[in-house]
């Protein structure tokens, strides 16, 4: 009989993973850039029961995990302003984080620091970086589809979008950005990188879907609680038929 109880816990934990994976994307629907992210399920470990001359399989329940991310390109939303860039199509900044290490993002609500450096939101400098001369402002700044960064006739650097051939492998940092990972594979510059000035890529949370998959969660939760209940019933009239 503990082997319900196992399997119904194993379910209850499945559920809990879905359920802080919903609040997560529910709590980024309004981050730019942000991709959902993607739940699996897969069965636990199955063993043969053999009792009373027949044969049985037991199972363990079910775990959940993380699996990767939506790709899905988010809503473009126009800003006006000459700094926000959004990707359409494939690709990600590349930047360089205040560690040193280099990491991805769709966020393109880029700003200028005290050196003249673009940056991210978060300060995290583009790679490769480019910088605005003393006497050029942001408001003069233009960047074509292909990535150019000008100010009037001045070429002022490019900003080259990379990819990796696997997205929903890459490691998010914690910073609204990601981390190669050996499952993710190597980035590489993408060939004909499309760009919007003056507008920032949305959230790809889908909130009615994510409403709907919660209400499913919390009712197999439910389920799986009440059945350590019905586990825990048939334990004790097992104990009270030994009295």
């Known amino acids: ?50 009792q009373a001359g027949t044969s049985t399989t037991s199972g363990a329940g079910a775990v959940a995990s993380v699996i990767g991310r939506d790709g899905a390109q988010g809503s473009l939303q126009q800003t006006g302003r000459p700094l926000d860039l959004a990707i359409q199509g494939e690709g990600f900044f590349q930047v360089k984080l205040p560690s040193g290490q280099l990491a991805l993002t769709r966020n393109g609500a880029l700003s200028v620091d005290g050196q003249g450096h673009l940056v991210t939101a978060d300060g995290s400098l583009l790679d490769p970086p480019i910088t605005l001369p003393a006497k050029v402002s942001a408001a003069e700044v233009s960047v074509a589809a292909d990535g150019t960064v000008s100010a009037g006739a001045t070429k002022l650097g490019q900003i080259a979008l990379v990819n990796v051939p696997a997205p929903d492998k890459l490691l998010a940092n914690g910073h609204g950005g990601f981390t190669v990972t050996a499952a993710s594979g190597a980035a590489k510059a993408v060939a ?24 499913s969660t919390q009712r197999n939760y439910s389920l799986a609680s009440s059945a350590i209940k019905t586990q825990d019933q048939m334990l004790a009239i097992a104990n009270q038929l030994r009295a």
């Not at 559920?15 to 699996?40: C, M």
């Not at 004909?192 to 209400?215: F, K, R």
């Open 1 to 50: 009989m503990l082997e319900g109880l196992y399997s119904a816990a194993a379910g209850m934990s499945a559920q809990q993973e879905q359920l802080d994976t919903i609040a997560n994307d529910l709590a980024n629907v309004s981050t730019t850039g942000y991709k959902s992210e993607r739940v699996g399920f897969q069965d636990l470990l199955y063993n043969q029961v053999k």
């Open 192 to 215: 004909h990188p499309q760009l919007m000035q003056g507008a920032l890529e949305g959230s790809n949370v889908d909130m009615g879907a994510e409403m709907v998959t919660m209400m």
